[in-house]
């Protein structure tokens, strides 16, 4: 009797609610008002199961649009961004009630640490930032990402079928964004200096939208080998998928992009035959000696370019010509910031100017014979390079740590690999680890970590090595508990 009152209450409620939004829908002309039942239901799923509405969530991520108001000066990702504030908003009561929600050995991961350490150094950075506020909205994102994509899939990934699942709720409106950006694309000639135009408002650029389907990539990669014996149409799907992704990736002419594949064939390969941890060091290696050979004596201006023939080419062939020529205004006007930043640091190394503030300052430690055409920057960008934007706007210890991090995780990827024995297991580790590789090379060419579709593909893969890696203990310690078990008791 009860739970027939519950169940009317509940279809009168969602049922006025609905009606409500209709009318007011029609008397204001505001779409968004008819997104309040959709909000309303949401909350209700929620409740009943928020494992399942994590998984809405996960599939609104690539689809995900920005709104702008005010003008162009304040804007929102719908419908993602709002569903990342609420299970934040969950997750920080579940917390706060119990804080053993978070198990020991979750807390023991030496990935961990560095995350948290990172986290506090974001915190720090805030503190003593030259501009609290836009600051302090840096680290409120940086939050929710943190728990939405970090945290969260502790809870989520726990079967093969979680998985696949997984995978599937992010391929499938991805793979719809890909098609309307070639066809769109298409429509444009496949122009290089179109390739902006196309992005349909799905993307911010064509930057963050080469960076997130090169990242998926190696995931595609690593399913064609899953998919033997599931049917010639379950294989021919997935190879036409692969020739869609290769497309865009293609097409988006970044290149950045093609690097990142590359690297991450290589990360794969040395996982297996277990030379992964000798990569990042190396890498280190080289820009240290880059630095120590550019710096005495301010030899880095020597590589200056020419401003009358530095400028953006309309053709993707002399776009490459002149990267390697030095010639090209994209690269060239990297090479500025960076000088810049580094410049900047020398004044506040270890706390940073703070998060978002990089544009406000950057300017007057910059080199002016490194300007290019957009030196201006009326877009607002920052450094393009992950590593300077955190040295510059969080210190020392943030860029450290970033570089701690990646050398941790390929290590913990290999580590995991090679202990687990599924090969279902075995093909995902290193497809994640491939998926993070990408990322590694796009961010060291932009600074999209935090933007939320670059967020999803970078700390899931990472949570998801973490839960691997508890896995694969957990299935090294079963044979000798068997064997004891199995002995008799003295």
Same mark, same amino acid.
Request: with cysteine; glycine share 4%; proline share 4%.
């Given at each position: 009797?009860?739970?027939?009152?519950?169940?009317?209450l509940?279809?009168?409620?969602?049922?006025?609610?609905?009606?409500?939004?209709?009318?007011?829908?029609?008397?204001?002309?505001?779409?968004?008002?008819?997104?309040?039942p959709?909000?309303?239901?949401?909350?209700?799923?929620?409740?009943?199961?928020?494992?399942?509405?994590y998984?809405?969530?996960?599939?609104?991520?690539?689809?995900?649009?920005? &709104?702008?108001?005010?003008n162009?000066?304040m804007?929102?990702?719908?419908?993602?961004?709002?569903?990342?504030?609420?299970?934040?908003?969950?997750?920080?009561?579940?917390?706060?009630?119990?804080?053993?929600?978070?198990?020991?050995?979750?807390?023991?991961?030496?990935?961990?640490?560095?995350?948290?350490?990172?986290?506090?150094?974001?915190?720090?950075?805030?503190?003593?930032?030259?501009?609290?506020?836009?600051?302090?909205?840096?680290?409120?994102?940086?939050?929710?990402?943190?728990?939405?994509f970090?945290?969260?899939?502790?809870? &989520?990934?726990?079967?093969?079928?979680?998985?696949?699942?997984?995978?599937?709720?992010?391929?499938?409106?991805?793979?719809?964004?890909?098609?309307?950006?070639?066809?769109?694309?298409? !429509?444009?000639g496949?122009?290089f200096?179109?390739v902006?135009?196309?992005?349909? %408002?799905?993307?911010?650029?064509?930057?963050?939208?080469?960076?997130?389907?090169?990242?998926?990539f190696?995931?595609?990669l690593?399913?064609?080998?899953?998919t033997?014996?599931? %049917?010639?149409?379950?294989?021919?799907?997935?190879?036409?998928i !692969?020739?869609?992704?290769?497309?865009?990736?293609?097409?988006?002419?970044?290149?950045?992009?093609? &690097?990142?594949?590359?690297?991450?064939?290589?990360?794969?390969?040395? &996982?297996?035959?277990?030379?992964?941890?000798?990569?990042?060091?190396?890498?280190?290696?080289?820009?240290?000696?880059?630095?120590?050979?550019l710096?005495?004596?301010?030899?880095?201006?020597?590589?200056?370019?020419?401003?009358?023939k530095?400028f953006?080419?309309?053709?993707?062939?002399?776009?490459?010509?002149?990267?390697?020529? %030095?010639?090209?205004?994209?690269?060239?006007?990297?090479?500025?910031?960076?000088?810049?930043?580094?410049?900047?640091?020398?004044?506040?190394p270890?706390?940073?100017?703070?998060?978002?503030?990089?544009?406000?300052?950057?300017?007057?430690?910059?080199?002016?014979?490194?300007?290019t055409?957009?030196?201006?920057n009326?877009?607002?960008s920052?450094?393009?390079?992950?590593?300077?934007?955190?040295?510059?706007?969080?210190?020392?210890?943030?860029?450290?740590?970033?570089?701690l991090l990646?050398?941790?995780?390929?290590?913990?990827a290999?580590?995991?690999?090679h202990?687990?024995?599924?090969?279902?297991?075995?093909?995902?580790?290193i497809?994640?680890?491939?998926?993070?590789?990408?990322?590694?090379?796009?961010?060291?060419?932009?600074?999209?970590?935090?933007?939320?579709?670059?967020?999803?593909?970078?700390?899931?893969?990472?949570?998801?090595?973490i839960?691997?890696?508890?896995?694969?203990?957990?299935?090294?310690?079963?044979?000798?508990?068997?064997?004891?078990?199995?002995?008799?008791?003295?």
């Open positions: 009797m009860l739970s027939a009152i519950k169940n009317n509940f279809n009168i409620a969602a049922f006025s609610l609905l009606l409500a939004s209709i009318v007011i829908f029609a008397w204001t002309g505001n779409y968004f008002v008819l997104a309040a959709v909000v309303f239901l949401f909350f209700v799923l929620l409740g009943v199961n928020w494992q399942m509405a998984w809405i969530f996960l599939f609104t991520i690539p689809a995900s649009v920005q &709104i702008n108001f005010s162009d000066t804007a929102i990702t719908l419908p993602d961004e709002p569903l990342m504030w609420i299970f934040l908003l969950l997750f920080s009561l579940v917390f706060a009630r119990n804080p053993s929600t978070l198990p020991k050995w979750w807390w023991q991961d030496k990935i961990v640490f560095i995350v948290v350490l990172q986290f506090i150094c974001t915190i720090i950075a805030v503190i003593f930032s030259k501009m609290v506020f836009f600051s302090l909205k840096f680290l409120l994102a940086k939050s929710w990402l943190l728990v939405c970090f945290v969260l899939p502790l809870w &989520i990934f726990k079967e093969k079928k979680d998985y696949i699942r997984g995978f599937l709720v992010l391929l499938v409106p991805m793979l719809v964004t890909v098609i309307v950006i070639l066809i769109h694309h298409a !429509i444009l496949f122009k200096d179109m902006q135009k196309a992005m349909s %408002g799905l993307y911010y650029n064509h930057v963050d939208y080469s960076t997130v389907i090169s990242m998926f190696p995931l595609l690593v399913a064609w080998p899953l033997k014996g599931k %049917g010639i149409f379950v294989r021919l799907a997935l190879f036409l !692969i020739l869609l992704f290769a497309a865009g990736i293609g097409f988006s002419y970044a290149r950045a992009a093609v &690097i990142g594949i590359v690297f991450a064939l290589v990360v794969g390969l040395a &996982i297996r035959i277990r030379l992964v941890n000798v990569i990042m060091p190396s890498i280190y290696v080289l820009i240290i000696l880059a630095f120590c050979y710096i005495p004596n301010n030899k880095y201006i020597e590589f200056r370019p020419d401003y009358n530095t953006m080419h309309k053709n993707f062939t002399d776009h490459l010509i002149a990267t390697f020529r %030095g010639t090209d205004m994209s690269s060239m006007e990297r090479v500025y910031r960076w000088v810049a930043a580094v410049r900047m640091s020398k004044d506040r270890i706390t940073g100017y703070g998060p978002r503030t990089f544009y406000y300052y950057y300017k007057p430690y910059a080199v002016s014979s490194f300007q055409y957009v030196s201006r009326p877009e607002h920052t450094t393009h390079n992950y590593f300077i934007y955190m040295l510059v706007e969080q210190g020392w210890p943030a860029m450290l740590l970033y570089a990646m050398y941790a995780i390929f290590a913990k290999q580590k995991v690999y202990r687990l024995k599924d090969k279902f297991y075995r093909l995902v580790t497809g994640l680890a491939m998926t993070i590789a990408v990322g590694f090379v796009n961010n060291f060419f932009s600074e999209l970590i935090e933007t939320h579709k670059v967020a999803a593909l970078f700390y899931i893969p990472i949570a998801l090595l839960v691997l890696d508890k896995k694969s203990r957990d299935e090294e310690e079963k044979p000798e508990d068997v064997v004891r078990l199995a002995q008799p008791r003295p």
